[in-house]
């Protein structure tokens, strides 16, 4: 009977027909619960990747997943919990800097985060540069903490949204990652499931992210955009770009002191203006700032930004966590690379490309990343990029700077750094291609 | 790296791109070897199911599951090894008469048959109604009984096409079965790690087929001659109709003793002609028949059904292979049913539609089949039909005759007998839909 309906499904979704609602929950939790094998689940994969989903298919398969464990319930510390996502990108320390602008503004924040794969990095991995940090946080000190401060930064439990952990998992080594209803529902389902009324959801678009084009961001975003819709839930979605790295630092150490910098009035303008835009449609979400016009509230943020008051919110929330604030405080005391040096460039012109998913891939061989899901990630090494498309660039002047364990690492990135570039006589790249939201 | 390879070879035939003789190779001797697990076989399989493949995939993928095993050499003891093989349907004695038919013009036949599954009766589950006859005979007796007898049947060994058998099994559960090159392959491996010089395909089309429109079963055929062309074997495909049932008897006795009646120049026509055509083409590819006219072995093939020369034949390898002979003598001996009873016409007309899948699915019910791989068959249960598609009916006179073991089971049959029947005013449907051959 099982194995009847499952082949049934798989045969239905294979010809191009509409599942219900009743059949993904039944292959959903028939698949969680080891009643529907990895074949099985894999040819369904295959064949949702091919026949695509239709939105009820994709709002069913959202809730679906979501509902497969623990449900976060925030409403006991929190009127309305905003969260923001980030589709993974190259250099994105955003969270480091969104998070305590938002709560600045007295809009409480409880994040759950991720740790980085292949070349993009992930939040708690960056924050573990600071001695003692820790992510691994119990519910109930979650909410304290949230209750208490207006801020916390916990990783993601297993609990949360299982079987897009297994499904996930399974689309990995199956070939069916890049489905626009797959992974929309993955990341959806994981931000319901953790208790966000309101998600600020950043599409990355280009070379470094999973989205290749704008159009396609554009396409992923409007699938959110559709989910948050159809289970009552707010969400605005930014697509913004990813041909280049975000801000100049991509590792850990490295971005953890781009975010200070930033927090300190200083950091890239184009990572200071995405962190502005990404809080202030925190806040329109969370019915703090105008929903009108978000250059209302720009002033204040900017100010938050270059006064020291997101800096200290941010430090509250490391104290609170048991990371060391001394590193806050000097930079110097953030974990150090043996090999610090430039790679200089040889030659004159602009830049036309800065390729993100090069200088991704060059951290991760630096060793700031993980090629496998469990590997310990080392904190002190990285890249900072001194040069963004569009810039002009004159022999001799630095391009990169590399933080390195060995004189082979500097070599190797030396050349894999060199490649990610391409040369031209002009200008740049978006920041930003467009916003979607269920607040129009 | 194999991990890295198996997705890449999944991830082209996602994208629709042709694969590589050297990649299906890797992915097939991977996937048998246990190398590739089943979930990457199945999302691969319904890549291949909704984006097809080409002649020269479809070539490779015969070839590299022929050669996953056993490949059998009859050069020793035949100088063309002529075979056939049906796509499987109800009523489908064919083998039974058209070997000792075409071993009697002088052609040695060495065939390897299968069981039935499901609705679809097997050649072996049907000789085993004779007391004593074995199938299982190995590789060296096989050449040996050929040689001396010219003809042989025996079971298909399991190192025949090994990786045929593993993807078979894995397609059943994830519903990438019926797809045309799938079909085409598998059934090609098998033939030609059989090693088949020539091979007459029997290629359904109807209710109770794989494929169920002529259509389908001609582009089924046309692949299938295509793979003969690229691997240098003779291939006839005929498409023939299985909208209702070849002969009358349906079961496993009672199709043994409809194909003795035919042997004995009696047998319903529509059976008689097709072991002629059948037993015709598998002459001319041997080329000991005219290959421009199948007319002119015709008499001869009739002649050997009528006078008892074909019987001869099948008395000979019954008893080569341990078979009581005394049943095939006195059809009486065979075994018998405990309940042999008519299903009588309760009203006058012309039938439109006798369901074959239905009467298929109804001696499964009564027990001459097995609905699972490994469970026994009952020899001596089935139906026998008595009436055709297009023939006239009046009010008392028996449509079918049913052969159970209990009073409930005949009321089940002749409720899901009666059931497969539609009536009209006026006549039938074709015996054959076409041929297509290598040999044009």
Redesign the interface.
Known sequence: ME?MNS??I??KK?DGEELSEREIRYFIENYTAGNI???????W???V???GMSREETIALTMAMAESGEMINLSEVLDFAVDKHSSGGVGDKTTLVVLPLVAANGVPVAKMSGRGLAYTGGTLDKMESIRGFSSDIPPERFKTLVAENGIVLAGQTNDLAPADGLLYA?RD????VSSKPLIASSIMSKKIAGGANGIVLDVKAGSGAFMRTADDARDLAKIMVGIGEGVGRKVTAIISDMNQPLGRAVGNAVEVREAIHTMRGEGPPDFREHCIVLAGHMLRLAGAANKADLSDIRPSLEAQLDDGTALEVFTRMVKAQGGDVAQVEDLGKLPQAPLIRDVISERSGYLRQVDAKRIGLCALDLGAGRAKKGEPVDHAVGVVAHVKVGEKVEAGEPLFTVHARTEDDYTHAHNQLLGALEWSDRPGLPLFYGVLSTEA
Chains 1, 2 share one sequence.
């Open positions: 194995r082949v049934t798989i045969a294979r094998p990895d074949y099985q689940a894999a040819a994969c295959m064949a990747f091919l026949k399974l080594v199956t070939g069916t």
